[in-house]
C-alpha cells in the first residue's frame, strides 16, 4: 500500500489548482493501494467551506471534497479559526498542528503539492 500525501495551502478562488489536485486525489483514492492523505492548511482550509464556485467561474470544489470523505480519504487540517466547515467534510476531518503535517509527509511515499 502506498501512502500519498497531497498538501493545499492557497486559497481556492481565482486558480483551478485546487480543482485539479481534488481531481487527482479523487482518482489516487479510488485506487485501493493508495493511502490518499490530504492535508489542508492555512489558506487551503477555505477548500473545505461551501464555495461560490459557479459565481467564481472555478471548477467544482466543494463536489470533489465531498466525495473523497465519502470515498474515505484521510482529511487533516490545521487547528486555526473555525470556519463554515461543509457539514458532510466535517464529521471525518481530523484537527492537526503544522508540526503533524510535517510528520504526515516525511512517512509518505508520494508527496504532492
Known amino acids: 500500500m502506498k501512502k500519498i500525501a497531497v498538501?493545499?495551502?492557497?486559497?481556492?478562488?481565482?486558480?483551478?489548482?485546487?480543482?485539479?489536485?481534488?481531481?487527482m486525489s479523487?482518482?489516487?483514492?479510488?485506487n485501493d493501494e493508495n493511502e490518499v492523505?490530504?492535508?489542508?492548511?492555512?489558506?487551503?482550509?477555505?477548500?473545505?467551506e461551501k464555495l461560490e464556485e459557479s459565481a467564481a467561474h472555478m471548477q467544482p470544489?466543494?463536489?470533489h471534497v465531498s466525495m473523497l470523505a465519502r470515498?474515505?480519504?484521510?482529511?487533516?487540517?490545521?487547528?486555526?479559526?473555525?470556519?463554515?466547515?461543509l457539514p458532510?467534510?466535517?464529521?471525518?476531518?481530523k484537527v492537526i498542528q503544522a508540526a503533524?503535517?510535517?510528520a504526515l509527509i516525511s512517512e509518505a511515499d508520494a508527496f504532492i503539492h
Do not use: I, W
Not at 470515498?71 to 466547515?85: I, N, P
Not at 458532510?88 to 476531518?93: F, G, L, P
Open 7 to 23: 498538501l493545499f495551502t492557497e486559497f481556492p478562488l481565482g486558480t483551478n489548482n485546487t480543482a485539479e489536485k481534488l481531481r
Open 26 to 30: 479523487l482518482g489516487l483514492t479510488l
Open 37 to 48: 492523505h490530504l492535508l489542508f492548511m492555512g489558506n487551503g482550509r477555505r477548500a473545505l
Open 61 to 63: 470544489v466543494n463536489k
Open 71 to 85: 470515498l474515505g480519504a484521510r482529511m487533516h487540517v490545521e487547528t486555526g479559526d473555525g470556519f463554515g466547515y
Open 88 to 93: 458532510d467534510v466535517a464529521a471525518k476531518m
Open 100 to 102: 503533524d503535517a510535517g
